[in-house]
């Protein structure tokens, strides 16, 4: 699976991805108010996309000034890390003036992501230099020092070409910036769908019984838990996941629905492969005609996991019930 990027970053491209390490609230403030107020000093639009705590943080210290800029709870707006790119931060950028730099602090990792969140924010992190590789933006990421285990704070000398210490302001070069391994390192089989059992239904699908499939996963969703909007919400996303096998990876799938963990969860696995590694991460265009399946699944879910490889592809949403 490649992203397309070289996993060296481009001197020429107009596109920053510094990560911010900190260790407490001061050495947070002082990495993100100044990138807001810089923005602000030079007539540039400004979003900060992080968690809810730490979002309070910055609206308090910055007070009237942050009256133009853009807050959204990081919790909430990119529970699924898949729908960051599109519903966050291309859902910002792509719609401010043209000519003028965009500015965003996003953090998509924090202490309480589950296991299996995980591997999609390291992954997303990763493919942030290749979505916005060529524009006038910068998007700068906070990593707690104090909560974050090393494996997230090694990934994220991995994902962004330059970091900047704890408490310090000087940006440097990554020595370890490798965003193609770590989209790599994290396409793993993904743990084993339950095969049996009366709260799993597990079905094959082709063409023909699309609709049937469709109905068949509501019904067990809704047995299961889930209802009003959630319910609608896993009707779309089996028949979106269950179409795009059939027309994209040999016209037949199997598609599993079941509980863990207060979520509903709905997989389809399939023979093909999945070569692009934004599927399901670019806004649609207007006039776009299909190519919507994957990105309505990643605005839907609470979370989705991908596995692709030789054998075949595995797409796992995850709704809370």
Known sequence: MTTGTSGTPCPADPFAHPALF??????????????????????????????????RLIQDELGADGATVRFLDMREAGRNPGRIIPGVLRAFADTQPPGRRVHIIGEPVWAGRSPAEYPACAQHEALINEAFRGRAVTILCPYDTSRLDERALADAHATHPVVIAAGSAVER????????????????????????????LAVAFDEGTLSAVRHLATGHGARLGLAGLALENLALIT?????????????????????????VLCEVRDGGRLTDPLAGRRPAARDQRGGRGLLLVNLLSDLVRTHTGPQGTTVRSYLRR
């Open 22 to 55: 900190y260790g407490d609230a001061g050495e947070y403030l002082a990495g993100t108010v100044p990138f807001v107020r810089a923005a602000l000093a030079a007539d540039e639009p400004v979003a900060v996309a992080v968690p809810g705590d730490n979002l």
């Open 239 to 263: 028949a979106e996941l269950t179409t795009n096998s059939v027309i994209h990876s040999g016209g037949t799938g199997v598609l599993t629905v079941w509980s863990e963990d207060g979520h």
């Open 173 to 200: 070069a990554s020595a370890a910036y490798d965003p193609d391994g770590v989209v790599a390192r994290y396409n793993e089989p993904l743990p084993a769908a339950p095969g049996t059992g009366p709260d799993v």
